[in-house]
């Protein structure tokens, strides 16, 4: 979910409305503030870190079930369910290991694991390298998840989006 494209999009609505209605990508940009704020409250509250399997339950559900909605279904409303799903993961997967992740931004994720295996490159700290791996580590899952769900796109067609949002969900 892409929430800079989305802001940028609010921004063009409110002054071109003929290219995009303001409201359209205003709706996931807010079910994505709501999803952090649902984690930001659920470890508030309980006293304990971001609820990941929870949220990792709730993002396969939303999957399973958006891949079930029937075509005719107002892509606002599946855009901003999946938008809220994505905002519950960025806020509940801050750490992947020892790196601190960001579960969906990859040019970021991308540079800190160049960063970070540079780093344990010229470095004897054992730390360094530790960090480096758990960056390629999760870097790789990213990347195999992509690949897989592109293949099984192709293989089943892009109507299907059951197994195709399963993987990525993986």
Do not use: C
């Not at 909605?69 to 599946?78: F, R």
């Not at 901003?80 to 990859?106: C, E, K, L, S």
């Not at 960090?131 to 192709?154: C, D, E, K, P």
């Amino acid at each position: 979910q892409a929430m800079t494209g989305n802001l940028v999009l609010i921004a063009i609505g409110a002054f071109e409305p003929s290219i995009v209605a303001f409201w359209r990508p205003l709706v996931p940009y807010a079910a994505f503030m709501v999803g952090v704020a649902v984690v930001w409250g659920w470890s508030r509250r309980r006293g304990t870190p971001a609820p990941q399997l929870a949220t990792l339950g709730l993002l396969v559900g939303v999957l399973v079930v958006v891949g079930f909605v029937p075509a005719g279904t107002l892509s606002v409303v599946v855009t901003a369910v999946i938008a809220f799903a994505a905002g519950m993961q960025i806020a509940a997967f801050r750490d992947v290991g020892r790196a601190a992740f960001t579960t969906t931004v990859m040019t970021t994720n991308s540079m800190k694991t160049v960063n970070a295996a540079l780093t344990a490159l010229t470095s004897a700290d054992v730390e360094d390298r530790a960090v480096a791996r758990s960056y390629a580590t999760a870097l790789a899952g990213f990347v195999a998840g992509a690949f897989l769900g592109a293949f099984l796109t192709t293989r089943w067609g892009e109507r299907d989006r059951t197994r195709p949002a399963l993987v990525d969900s993986l």
